[in-house]
């Protein structure tokens, strides 16, 4: 399994990104994909996710109304669009997938917002 995940880069604040994570290589869909993101000196924490089973929804309040999280299954790839970007948004952004016995992350893509 190979999570690969783009999109990253540098935007002013306010602005926006989309970022994409493929999970390639699989023949099964994961239970649930959802985004992280670490800034430097901090611990990775939670961002959004998305089940696969009845596409219920989490988003961290600190991005809640400004991330949208989506789910293409065809493809097993989660998209995570963000606006109205702001500085303390600047982390590196892993995508993880959740299947029944494993879980499995990808690369960082780096989002750094400047104010």
């Known amino acids: 399994v190979q999570l690969q995940a783009s999109g990253g880069g540098l935007v002013q604040a306010e602005g926006s990104l989309r970022l994409s994570c493929a999970d390639s290589?699989?023949?099964?869909?994961?239970?649930?994909m959802g985004w992280f993101r670490q800034a430097p000196g901090k611990e990775r924490e939670a961002v959004s996710c998305?089940?696969?089973?009845?596409?219920?929804?989490w988003y961290d309040t600190s991005v809640k109304d400004r991330f949208t999280i989506v789910r293409d299954d065809a493809k097993n790839t989660v998209f995570l669009q963000m606006n109205n970007l702001k500085s303390e948004d600047t982390a590196d952004y892993y995508c993880?997938?959740?299947?029944?016995?494993?879980?499995?992350w990808g690369q960082g893509t780096l989002v750094t917002v400047s104010s």
């Open positions: 998305v089940s696969g089973a009845d596409r219920s929804i």
């Open positions: 290589g699989r023949t099964s869909s994961p239970l649930t």
């Open positions: 993880k997938a959740w299947y029944r016995a494993s879980e499995y």
